[in-house]
């Protein structure tokens, strides 16, 4: 029991929640990515094989050209290939989405695996840190929030931008309608699936900066299938945070904490070392299948408040076909 | 109709040649010789030559839970479902058989059948939660199942190192070796077991012979096709998509008795060595005909034991023979995708027969 | 000057939806298109306003021809049209829905935007709140939601698809005083409907419309028996009613009331008896569906026992009704009947099942050539379902069901037919009838209703407002019941 109060304890300290909030930079490029793309109606699949393959893409185009800052168009273009894919099986030959992205999740992971394996161990370029000038030096805030790099900093930023994008403009407005209800935009005009490519593309490309976030910032340089189930977590935590960018972004610093928390727990039980880390896994899962359990859902129905808050529902057209006739 | 059905074997099967050999001379290599590596590291080069017993027993280890778990995946498929529990079913297999192995002691005969019987009850029980969750609770198949696959990893990692771990020495590298009685019985040295060939090709002409004779899948398919019709033809829709993932979870568990009491004689952390995700593509790969299973698992099976010797001898990662299935698989679908969508274009109407 | 549709056609697969029509429309009229359900008034519209592209034909808006790619198209020229179940975003806001894809800077200004609507509602009387979730609004509400944005996109020519459905008397009144004066003001309405008394009471001119062609025009007010001959043709010709002897009832509702929505307001009691054949009249959604799905216990009634030959079957399962021999044929055959990807074979397996475990294929093969043969069916036994046109799936439908029924109970068993197949299923129905076997069927063709009921119940909005011995009564009757007109009365009970 001890040992639990202090693992929570050590949660508090300044660098653990300025850790947790540097490292979640990878996973809320891909959520926020994962998150256009299915507002649009699109679900890939592909998240936890083409976050792979852009992190390799990123690492290995930043060693070769020495600049880190290549990497990350590079990692972005990657993954937005592989996002067009998912959206020319489903939208023009009808493919069943979850089929062309597993298969596209398959095939990007080994892709990884063959073209990366003799980067294995190779020392790569890195994100340089750098504090914001002023607001680092800020007590406790300063640490947490501004003493990072820019990498983080530009996380933070997707994350505010997606959220204003799709609730403050106009675009964004078309963009959730598209996913919602294509057919009502099409009433208003809307080139519903030229939309849909351009979105999911968008989001393939925030895919690949996170994979690439991973690589070179978070955990330097390349290794076997580095970000192995991240993806998974991406596409879990999107539907946990009920679609939403800001929700979302909460989700993924609860996995961060959570991940944390387990960390800390290894010194007060050593026999659990290899377990732990991989706790917070089944458990973000688990949350989800609990958060879509139709009991629950029913009896949170009578709470509209409580509903509100613990759960949104998917876009209407989520993972179906629209077309013109 | 004939040339769009040639488009879509020659054109996935031209699609993986050139980017294999592009991906192979882009990484230096003479694009021949890691075909013909694979092929001697899972069977002897040349095929079947004396000395490759052993690799050959290890092959049909690999294509068993493999093909075991493709036939248990066109069940669910045919039930509309997507099993990506695949893989927590075969390690919830793998583990109640190592419970068994370890803890029970009793004749040979005995041993052997209680473990792959506990493996099938275990993957049952597994599986059988993902139906749970999704007819009673409403939970998706795909996420029920994924997080459920996370959940029986980390008790395997647990398990290894925890509890079961080899006296002194906690190490993913697996338990003890299991008791000698507890091992599925094999032949002349090697790892090959004709009692799983057997049940593996007994499972596949059951899946087929259940799709193809039986009111049992006859209804299951309907389930999966159209569920408002079903219900209202009086089929209990619900019942069918638990028993669908009822037998599919048993077949995935006695894969990872195979691959438990079998394959490693112990139990290690990546015991499911992936094989139901493989699966899975060989599923899509086949197109959910049971004997198709039988080649395609066996070629998938030779990729993964003949790849490893690919890096010591070629220093190309082995991982090529997981590029070589994905682009297959992915170019097959894309074909068909083209295919019927030439075919729609070229008929846009119904023959417009009335009446 | 005004707009024109000269010879539109357009076709889904093999259905001629819209057969060479023309249409003008004089500049500030309110100009009605009446027809019964799948007349093709609907596809016409989505035609006009760029939601569907026509096949081949020629819109011309104030001598101009235009060219309809897409609905953008449609705005642009001033086309604007209010879809029956109204195309809005249930889960976004009244003001989100307000300006989704209107024109305007690439920030969302919802302060002024707020402001416009407030004003746009200030001006017709509406009021609608910027931040309601629109799946808060009832659906008269989403129309004025609807008619305010296309107003404020700068339409011109209005067109509304049976906007009356599904709002209130109230809403109905202003909803007219706004299309009347929006058409004083020089706006174009197109205003569409099976409604006899609406079109009579808000348009100046009528056009009418009967499978995917226009049968008739007036200049209204034109008397609304004249306007029932133009809908539903002349009177038809009363078939000799064969002599089937009544016998005990067999399905009896008994004082039966849904929990809400249709069907709730007042409690439904129905024999049912040997060789009866009962028909259900009503546009659709009027509640006969409702009504027909409890009679096969896929929905079980708040108050009030469903009989089945003596055994009270209230509550019980769907099976339990199967079991006591009741069929439902829901209308969707393909999504509600067949299973689209088994072949014929397959399907007779299916229903001939008792319960063996392994299937005879030889004997299904040879029941499923003879039911073929036997019903005409235009495929092989090794067919999908899927591949046959609609009349072969739904002589395979009756091939499938079981003999001896108590009740069979159908939504528009002729639908989308021709008259030979549709001839051919009555003839299949009648046997059964005579075999013993009580009917119940829903259709939105008053000839099949008057031709082949005992007695007709008319639906409207929710509730059974005639209950027609067929012999007396005629198409005129019906068509005005249909339209919640009660004859010698003079407004429709609300």
């Known amino acids: 029991m001890s040992g639990f109060i202090n693992a929570l304890v050590d949660m508090f300290d300044t660098a653990t929640i300025a850790s947790i ?34 992190a390799l893409a990123g690492f290995v185009v930043a060693l070769q050209t020495g600049s880190v800052w290549l990497g990350f168009p590079a990692a972005a273009a990657v993954g937005m290939a592989a996002a067009l894919v998912v959206a020319f099986g489903s939208i023009r030959l009808s493919l069943n989405q979850v089929a062309v992205g597993f298969v596209l999740f398959a095939l990007c992971t080994e892709l990884s695996r063959f073209l990366g394996d003799s980067y294995v161990g190779r020392p790569g370029e890195a994100v340089p840190a750098w504090d914001i000038p002023g607001l680092s030096s800020i007590p406790f805030f300063g640490r947490v929030l501004f003493q990072h790099n820019l990498i983080v900093y530009l996380a933070y930023v997707t994350v505010v931008a997606t959220y204003l994008f799709m609730y403050r403009t106009r675009r964004g407005l078309e963009l959730q309608g598209v996913g919602e209800r294509p057919e009502a935009a099409h009433a208003r005009g809307i080139a519903v699936n030229r939309l ?35 993806g998974w977590i991406v596409l879990a935590i999107v539907i946990f945070g009920g679609w939403h960018p800001l929700r979302a972004a909460f989700g993924v610093l609860l996995f961060g904490a959570l991940q944390a928390f387990a960390l800390n727990l290894v010194p007060e039980f050593p026999n659990l070392a290899q377990v732990l880390p991989s706790i917070p896994f089944p458990a973000m899962i688990l949350v989800l299948v609990i958060v879509n359990w139709k009991a629950l859902l029913r009896w949170l129905d009578r709470y509209p408040f409580l509903r509100a808050i613990l759960r949104s529902d998917p876009p209407g057209a989520i993972g179906s076909r629209f077309e013109v006739s | 109709m004939t040339r769009s059905r040639l488009n879509f074997i020659v054109l996935p099967a031209l699609v993986v040649l050139v980017s294999v050999v592009a991906l192979l001379l882009a990484a230096g290599t003479n694009p021949w010789e890691p075909i013909r590596l694979i092929i001697q590291g899972s069977l002897g080069w040349p095929p079947f030559e004396s000395g490759s017993a052993n690799k050959v027993g290890d092959t049909f280890m690999v294509w068993v839970p493999i093909a075991l778990a493709s036939a248990g995946l066109i069940v669910t498929f045919n039930a509309g479902m997507w099993n990506i529990g695949i893989e927590g079913q075969i390690i919830m297999g793998a583990i109640a058989a190592a419970l068994v192995a370890r803890e029970v002691s009793a004749p040979r005969p005995l041993l052997v059948l209680l473990t792959i019987v506990a493996g099938a009850a275990g993957g049952l029980l597994w599986g059988l939660l993902v139906g749970i969750l999704r007819t009673a609770g409403g939970v998706n198949e795909i996420f029920g199942g994924l997080g459920l696959d996370f959940v029986a990893l980390s008790l395997t990692t647990y398990l290894v190192i925890g509890p079961w771990k080899r006296p002194g020495v906690a190490s993913t590298s697996g338990t003890e070796i299991f008791p000698a009685d507890s091992f599925l019985p094999s032949v002349g040295g090697t790892r090959l077991s004709p009692l799983a060939v057997g049940i593996t090709l007994l499972a596949i002409a059951g899946v087929w012979l259940l799709f193809r004779g039986t009111m049992y899948g006859l209804k299951l398919k309907a389930v999966g096709r159209n569920r408002p019709s079903s219900f209202l033809m009086g089929i209990p829709t619900d019942r069918y998509l638990l028993g669908a993932f009822v037998i599919c979870g048993a077949l995935a568990g006695i894969a990872g008795t195979a691959q438990a009491t079998g394959f490693h004689q112990k139990l290690i952390p990546t015991i499911s060595g992936n094989y139901g995700f493989l699966a899975i593509l060989v599923v899509l790969l086949a197109r959910f005909r049971p004997f198709w299973v039988i080649p395609i698992s066996f070629f998938f099976a030779m990729i993964a034991v003949g790849s490893s010797s690919l890096s010591l001898r070629l220093n190309v990662d082995p991982s090529l023979g997981g590029v070589l299935q994905g682009v297959l698989v992915l170019s097959t679908i894309f074909g068909l995708g083209w295919a019927a969508l030439r075919a729609a274009r070229e008929s846009p109407v119904d023959d417009g027969e009335v009446g | 000057m005004g707009l024109e549709l000269r010879d539109i056609h357009k076709r889904f697969g093999p259905v001629h939806a819209n057969d060479g029509i023309s249409i003008t429309v004089e500049t500030g009229t309110l100009h009605g298109l009446l027809g019964e359900n799948g007349a093709g008034k609907s596809t016409l519209m989505k035609v006009l306003s760029g939601f569907h592209s026509a096949d081949s034909g020629e819109i011309v808006l104030d001598g101009q021809t235009i060219s309809l790619a897409s609905p953008a198209d449609a705005i642009a020229a001033g086309i604007g049209m209010l879809h029956q179940d109204p195309l809005v975003f249930l889960p976004f806001s009244v003001i989100d829905n307000f300006v989704l894809a209107s024109p305007g800077s690439r920030r969302l200004d919802r302060r002024r935007a707020a402001h416009e609507l407030a004003e746009m509602c200030d001006r017709y009387g509406f009021r609608l709140e910027p931040d309601t979730p629109v799946r808060l609004l009832t659906v008269g509400e989403r129309q004025q939601l609807e008619i305010l944005r296309l107003l404020w996109l700068g339409a011109r020519v209005l067109i509304l698809d049976e906007p009356t459905t599904g709002i209130s008397a109230d809403q109905r009144i202003k909803l007219f005083e706004t299309l009347r004066a929006l058409a004083a003001e020089g706006m174009s309405v197109i205003f569409v409907s099976h409604k006899l008394e609406e079109i009579a009471d808000l348009c100046e001119r009528v056009t009418v419309m009967t499978r995917g062609r226009v049968v008739g025009e007036a200049d209204m007010p034109v008397p609304p028996q004249q306007l029932v001959k133009m809908m539903f043709g002349q009177a038809v010709e009363i078939r000799d009613r064969d002599h089937v002897q009544l016998g005990v009832p067999r399905l009896a509702l008994d004082s039966v009331r849904n929990a809400s929505g249709l069907l709730s307001e007042e409690p439904l009691s129905l024999e049912v008896k040997t060789g009866e054949v009962i028909g259900l009249a009503g546009m659709e959604g009027s509640g006969q569906d409702v009504f027909l799905r409890i009679c096969a216990g ?37 999504e509600e009947g067949l299973i689209d990807g088994l072949t014929i074979t397959e399907h007779f397996i299916l229903t001939g099942d008792r319960g063996g475990f392994f299937i005879d294929w030889e004997a299904a093969r040879r029941l499923a050539k003879d039911q073929i043969d036997r019903y005409s069916i235009k495929g092989t036994e090794a067919s999908t379902a899927g591949s046959l046109s609609g009349g072969n799936q739904q002589r395979l439908l009756l091939a499938m069901l079981p003999a001896n029924l108590a009740a069979l109970l159908m939504e528009h068993p002729t639908r989308g037919l021709d008259i030979e197949s549709a001839d051919w299923v009555w003839e299949q129905l009648l046997a059964r009838r005579a075999d013993g076997t009580s009917i119940v069927f829903a259709s939105a063709d008053l000839d099949e209703l008057l031709r082949y009921s005992d007695r007709i119940l008319v639906f409207f909005s929710g509730r059974v407002i005639g209950e027609l011995e067929a012999a007396d009564t005629d198409v005129e009757e019906i068509g005005l019941l249909i339209g919640g007109r009660r004859p010698g009365r003079e407004e429709a009970p609300a």
Do not use: C, Q
């Open chain 3, 298 to 334: 896929m929905r079980a009634p708040r108050e009030g026992t469903v009989t089945v030959d003596g055994r009270d079957l209230t509550g019980r399962h769907y099976r339990d009704f199967l079991a006591a021999k009741v069929k439902y044929l829901p209308a969707g055959r393909l």
């Open chain 1, 21 to 54: 909030v540097a490292g979640a930079s990878a996973l809320l490029f891909a959520t926020m990515g994962e998150t256009i793309s299915e507002k649009a109606g699109v679900i890939n699949l592909s998240v936890d094989g083409s976050m792979m393959l852009a």
């Open chain 1, 196 to 230: 849909r490519y351009l979105y999911t593309a968008l989001g393939g490309a925030l895919i690949g900066i996170g994979g690439a976030a991973f690589t070179l910032d978070l955990k330097l340089g390349w290794s076997d299938r580095p970000t192995r189930n991240l």
